[in-house]
C-alpha cells in the first residue's frame, strides 16, 4: 500500500486551497454519500483532499464544529477490500464505514477506520 492522499476538513475548499503555494486542482465534486463538497489537489507527488460539510448531516460536521477544521485523515491506496481488512485485522483498527463509493475518486471503494491512536484512516480501493 502507499499513501494516496492527505485530507482536510475546511469551511471553505477555496480559501484553503488559495492560502497554500503550487496548489493544482485535479478534480472537485459533491459527494451525496458524504454530504459534503470534495477537492482533490496535486502538489508535485503529493495529493491533498479538502472536505467541506453541507450541513449537520454531513460526516465531518462535528469535525468542524469541534475543532474549527484542519487535518483530517490519512488515505492509503490498496488493491482490494481483502488487503484492507488485513491491514484493519494487523494494526487493530476499528472499522466504521464502508466499503462505499467515492465519488470524487470514480466510484471506487473507500473504508474508513479508526486506528489506536484514534486517528482516521481512509483505505482507497
Known amino acids: 500500500m502507499k499513501v494516496h492522499h492527505i485530507g482536510y ?9 488559495g492560502a497554500l503555494p503550487g496548489l493544482r486542482l485535479v478534480d472537485k465534486v459533491f459527494d451525496p454519500i458524504q454530504q459534503a463538497e470534495l477537492a482533490l489537489y496535486a502538489l508535485d507527488n503529493i495529493n491533498i483532499e479538502f472536505i467541506c460539510p453541507a450541513g449537520e448531516q454531513s460526516f465531518t460536521w462535528r469535525f468542524l464544529d469541534k475543532t474549527g477544521g484542519g487535518y483530517h485523515h490519512l488515505c492509503y491506496e490498496a488493491d482490494s477490500l481483502e488487503d484492507v481488512d488485513r491491514e484493519i485485522r494487523a494494526h487493530r483498527m476499528v472499522k466504521v464505514l464502508g466499503p462505499v463509493p467515492a465519488v470524487l475518486f470514480g466510484g471506487r471503494q473507500v473504508v474508513f477506520a479508526y486506528s489506536r491512536n484514534k486517528d482516521i484512516v481512509e483505505f482507497l480501493v
Open 9 to 17: 476538513v475546511v469551511r471553505s475548499i477555496e480559501a484553503a486551497a
